[in-house]
């Protein structure tokens, strides 16, 4: 009974991964560096920032004239010149609009945040994302 179990619960979390992945985006990420401040989101609030400092800008395409401030997305690195991926994924909260033009990557990560998925802090990587 306990081998069935472990199979059931096996083959829930394979589909939950799978689909995962059909309902993701694909798109780019870099990161970028302080000074942080002021934001499009929250101007000079340090409270705009979540614990761990894993918060994002968004590029043109996600932005959506601002309503894009306080969305949510969880990122896995996919791919990267010279195999910068760690493995996992990393929830970031979207605080600001990409301030370049134009935006290097679809979303712009904090230095931490992509720390978490990248071994190379000036790498451009192919993420997966979802909201």
Same mark, same amino acid.
């Given at each position: 009974?306990a081998?069935?179990?472990?199979?059931?619960?096996?083959f829930?979390?394979?589909?939950?991964?799978?689909?995962?992945?059909?309902?993701g985006?694909?798109g780019?990420a870099s #990161?970028? $560096?302080?000074?942080?401040?002021?934001?499009?989101? @929250?101007g000079?609030?340090q409270?705009?920032?979540p =614990? %761990?400092?894993?918060f994002?800008?968004? #590029?043109? $395409?996600?932005?959506?004239?601002?309503?894009?401030c @306080?969305?949510r997305?969880?990122?896995r690195c996919l =791919? %990267?010149?010279?195999?910068?991926?760690?493995?996992?994924?990393?929830?970031?909260r979207?605080?600001?609009?990409c301030?370049?033009?134009p935006?290097?990557s679809?979303?712009?990560m904090?230095?931490?945040a992509f720390?978490t998925?990248?071994r190379s802090?000036?790498a451009?990587?192919?993420?997966?994302?979802?909201q």
């Open positions: 009974m081998k069935l179990v472990r199979a059931i619960v096996f829930l979390w394979t589909f939950i991964q799978v689909i995962t992945l059909v309902f985006d694909i780019t #990161s970028y $560096g302080p000074p942080y401040t002021p934001t499009k989101c @929250g000079n609030r409270d705009q920032f =614990s %761990g400092n894993l994002a800008a968004v #590029s043109e $395409g996600l932005w959506d004239n601002g309503a894009a @306080g969305r997305y969880r990122l =791919s %990267g010149s010279n195999k910068p991926c760690k493995g996992g994924a990393v929830d970031v979207v605080v600001d609009f301030r370049r033009r935006c290097p679809t979303i712009l904090s230095n931490d720390a998925l990248s802090p000036h451009k990587i192919n993420i997966e994302y979802i």
